[in-house]
């Protein structure tokens, strides 16, 4: 966290970051949201408040949006889904990164809006995208499903938007 510069993108809320350092929202089982276009900073951000849960002797779990659900989609097609939902719930945080660059269809989405329902209030998650939250149902392939994944992801949200960015 301290190697971020926040003279290179001054729209971030330097206190709102530090504030998420301090990990409260994760011990609440909150989320964090990282918006904006590609090259200011989200995944270094989520990753620096992973890189302090763990020294802090939290779990965390990484991985890309693609990663996340090629692997869900693996383990639905050989019976053992129930076994993956595990390794996603287990962790303080689970961050997700990269999200908006994979179309979701309809059983990808499902399995995404599974994810964080299962995670909603049990555990934080840390998401970046590089979509705005009106994007959302294009992305996941259906408004309805969008609208109902964003409702449990930002009922106990901490949303750093750096569109201004741009």
Known sequence: MDSFDFSFQPT?????????????????????????????????????LCLEAVSKGMTVYFTSMDKLLTDLSKAQNKGKLSRRW?????????????????????????????????????GSI???SNKGFGDWGELMGDTALATAILDRLLHHAHV???SACL
């Open 12 to 48: 971030i809320d330097e206190c709102q970051i530090r504030e998420l350092e301090t990990l409260a929202f994760a011990h609440r089982q909150e989320n964090a949201i990282f918006l904006g276009p590609p090259g200011v900073g989200k995944s270094h951000l989520g990753i620096g």
């Open 86 to 122: 595990k390794v996603y719930q287990r962790p303080d945080i689970l961050m997700i990164d990269e999200i908006g660059y994979t179309n979701l269809n309809r059983v990808t989405g499902n399995l995404f809006f599974q994810l964080v329902y299962m995670r909603y209030e049990k």
């Open 126 to 128: 840390i998401l970046t």
């Open 160 to 162: 750093v938007n750096k």
